[in-house]
């Protein structure tokens, strides 16, 4: 199972980590990307992670493709091929991606929603030439490759309407579903998630709000030698959650801030963070001079209750880190 939510996490991450080198090129004016609530609110209460994407934006970067490449996990991919199969190009007409995470008894959860300019009617025809496995569920009509109820963790999705396509595995997209039918309560009503959502929203190109458990995933993924340090594991184990974004404004940063439990902890899980950078830093400088110098621009802020890690990415650093693809996740 961890495995399943470390690969989500780091994809999250690094994703963040990537795009915000890709949007040097931005004008200074770029405005920032924001998901309307009601799509916010069609996702189910009980989930770890909420991420956002606008692909539009991110396309219009010769680069893009490589790193796209490098960081889409297989979940994706399984989905781009069912959108194919349906006749919509996930490269030109899918725009904004949102998609959430969640612990699952037999590993990892995944569900989101793909906007953008869809045929619903038109691929559902295609579905039917093809004799693509169907299941129907409150009047929607779930497709997958999968034969039979397309167990065994494969993907589905189905058509909201003419913007927007739903996706992910059975259990998950099922329980979108009652979320829309009124049966089980939205992410809206997560007292935890959502307000950290909302400050979030419309920060970046790039945005993500990750619960308690994931957020001591990620710090593993992001310092994995701080909780090598006296005291820091324990404050770790009490992160509450955290958010991740993009912004654009004359330059790019990426922004990682934890909740902490208190300030104390805030500044102590700062201190440790620093050294666990330095060394970290002093690591890759043998043998990745890119990821060293990114790692030497991270500056560790404590704010109150607040960690603030701010990750500025220079153009020349990023494109060093695709050549020697340093973003590669594990599929």
Known sequence: MKEHIRRIVTTTLLTCAILSGVLLALPPSSSASSLSTAVIGMFPKQIGEFAYADL???RGYSWFPQLREQLLPSRFREFEKLLATAGVDPNTQVEELAWAGSSAKDGE????????????????ARFKQQKMPIVDVHGYHLYSFASGDAANGAILFTFIDANTAAFGHRAALEKMIDVRMGVSESLLTNDVLFPLINEANGSGIIWAVLDQNYTHLAMQQLVPQASQFPQAGKIIDRLQAMTINVVVDKGVDTHFQAVCGSADDANLLGAALQAGLMYRRYQESQSNSALAGMLD?????????RLKLDAPVSQDQLLSLIASHVFAVPI
């Open 297 to 305: 621009n991270i500056r560790v802020t404590p704010t109150g209750d």
């Open 109 to 124: 959860e995944i569900v989101g929603v793909a906007l953008g300019q869809f045929d619903p009617s038109s691929s559902e």
């Open 56 to 58: 539009k934006t991110a």
